[in-house]
Structure formats: structure tokens, C-alpha cells
């Protein structure tokens, strides 16, 4: 019996120190299955172990320029997720709000301990006028998502799961408006989408940020009449570069509408540009990659 007791301690703390081990290896490995829930859906996995979630505002009808703006275009709160060195998470996004949204979803995201890093203009004219919360989090991951779900809750954002991505229409030549510019996108949403990463690798802090996880260059293009197409997007540029393409961009007549940050303590350190183009898709694809060739993602360098 005296012998038993130490056997059974000792059976029961191989158990704890297995099931321990288990919930390391499950988060070490990219296990979100409670994430997922905690937003009420599955997100998606991207390169860099990162698991992405997206939010289309389809239940806004924003115009610019006389030109209805498809969610895929300029309207996609999202949040993705990756594992941090000690097993935690960290969690960065962008959330697209109404001007009445704003007050409520902070709220929600201080009190649930979720950072606001920005809070701002991406587009200039648009009616109604939108905002953008950009978020940043650590800790654990289920918490996290818990706290954005109730923020997003306070909005009118629709939190199933968007429909399949509709192809971009006829009337563009994706593939035209790609080799003019060096970089091949995808269709999403009626948008073409293209996502360029700079070459640096860059951190928050001590954490790599993988570009996956908003920190790419991003240009969308939206099909409207006669060969002609609007794109808006940002660039991520270091400091040195930020004035080349502002003359770049307004030479090919595409509008600077933003610059400012979207983290706080980024290395190296990044601006992000916003942009409106509305004209022909060959000139406003000769007039990025005007912008891009100012860079050091440059289609040229970067095949190098």
C-alpha cells in the first residue's frame, strides 16, 4: 500500500508533464482551434505560420469619385495571428469603422487588453467617410479573439464566413495590368490583388512581423467602365524612400491620400502610403510601377 502511492504521484505527474508538453506542441504547431472559435469561424493560414481572418464590410456603400467601392477594393477589417517565441501569440489587424463605431470597439478592445497602434484616413472624399483602427495584442490567442469578436460586435460588420471570391471581370486584362507592373496578383471580391513584400526583414519589437501580416506593400485594382480602373492600396516604405514615390506617384496623376504609421515600434522603420488612382489601367500601372521602381522592391532588384 506505502509502496503504491509514490507509483500513482508519480504516474499522475507524467501525465500533467505529457499533457503540458501537448499544449506547447499544439500551440508551437499552429493548433487555432480555439482561436477559430472565439471568432466564431475558421480562419485562413498563411505563409509565415500566420492564421488570417477577414471581415469584408459588405454592409456599407461607400463611393469615391462616383465609383461604388467593392469591400475586396478598401473595406476589409481583418486580423491575423501568429505564435510568438514563448509559445503565446500575437495578434495585429486593421478595422474598418463608421465614425460612430469608433468609441464603442475601442472600448471594447482596451478593456479586453487589445492595443490600438493607429487610428486614421486611408482614403480621402469617400462618402460616407470610414476609419481605420489598426490593433495589436499578445498573450493568449483565444483571449484575444474573444475580445476582437466582442469589439467587432459592437459594429455592423458581418462575422460569418464571406462568400467564395468573385473573379475580376472581363472588362480588366489582369494579366496586362501584372506584366506592366512586375508582380502577379489574385482575384478577390471583383479586385485584382497584389501583395508585394519588402525585402527587410521587419520586427515589433522583438517579433518578426511576416508580411502576411499587413506589412506588405498592397495595391487593389477595381474594373470600372471603357478599360479604365481605380486602385488604392499603401505602400510600405522606409523613410528614404517615402518622398521618391510621392513624385512618382502624383507624375503618373494617382493621388498620395495617406502617410503615416501602423506600428509603434517597428525596426526597421516603416511608413505606409495611401493612394487613389482613377484613370486608364495602362496608365495607372505604368505609374506604379514608376512608384515601385523608386523602391527596393523594385521588380528589378528584387529578382536580383
Known amino acids: 500500500m506505502t509502496h503504491g502511492i509514490p507509483c500513482r504521484v508519480r504516474a499522475l505527474g507524467a501525465a500533467a ?3 503540458s508538453a501537448a499544449r506547447v506542441s499544439a500551440q508551437n504547431t499552429g493548433d487555432w482551434a480555439t482561436t477559430d472559435r472565439a471568432l466564431g469561424r475558421p480562419g485562413a493560414d498563411q505563409p509565415g505560420n500566420v492564421h488570417k481572418f477577414s471581415f469584408p464590410r459588405s454592409d456599407l456603400h461607400v463611393t469615391l469619385d462616383s465609383v461604388p467601392i467593392k469591400p475586396a477594393l478598401a473595406l476589409g477589417s ?10 503565446q501569440a500575437m495578434a495585429m489587424g486593421d478595422l474598418v469603422l463608421t465614425a460612430d463605431e469608433v468609441a464603442p470597439v475601442m472600448a471594447k478592445l482596451q478593456q479586453g487588453g487589445v492595443e490600438q497602434t493607429a487610428l486614421h484616413n486611408h482614403l480621402a472624399g469617400e462618402s460616407p467617410h470610414v476609419m481605420y483602427m489598426h490593433i495589436m495584442a499578445k498573450g493568449d490567442a483565444a483571449k484575444i479573439a474573444q475580445t476582437i469578436h ?3 460586435g459592437a459594429t455592423r460588420t458581418p462575422l460569418q464566413t464571406p462568400p467564395s471570391a468573385a473573379p475580376v471581370p472581363a472588362a480588366m486584362d489582369s494579366a496586362a495590368f501584372a506584366s506592366a507592373l512586375g508582380y502577379t496578383g489574385k482575384s478577390n471580391g471583383g479586385v485584382y490583388q ?4 519588402r525585402p527587410e526583414t521587419l520586427r515589433e519589437g522583438t517579433e518578426e512581423v511576416p508580411p502576411s501580416m499587413g506589412v506588405a506593400t498592397a495595391i487593389n485594382v477595381q474594373p470600372t467602365t471603357n478599360g479604365r480602373v481605380v486602385t488604392t492600396g499603401d505602400f510600405v516604405l522606409l523613410p528614404a524612400e517615402v518622398n521618391p514615390v510621392i513624385r512618382a506617384l502624383k507624375a503618373n496623376g494617382i493621388a498620395v491620400t495617406a502617410l503615416h504609421t501602423h506600428l509603434l515600434m517597428d525596426q526597421p522603420h516603416v ?6 488612382g482613377n484613370d486608364d489601367a495602362a496608365k495607372v500601372s505604368k505609374g506604379l510601377r514608376t512608384a515601385l521602381d523608386a523602391t527596393a522592391m523594385a521588380p528589378k532588384r ?3
Open 17 to 19: 508533464l505529457l499533457l
Open 78 to 87: 481583418w486580423v491575423a495571428f501568429k505564435r510568438t517565441s514563448d509559445g
Open 150 to 152: 466582442d469589439a467587432l
Open 194 to 197: 497584389i501583395s508585394i513584400p
Open 271 to 276: 511608413l505606409f502610403m495611401h493612394f487613389w
Open 302 to 304: 528584387a529578382t536580383k
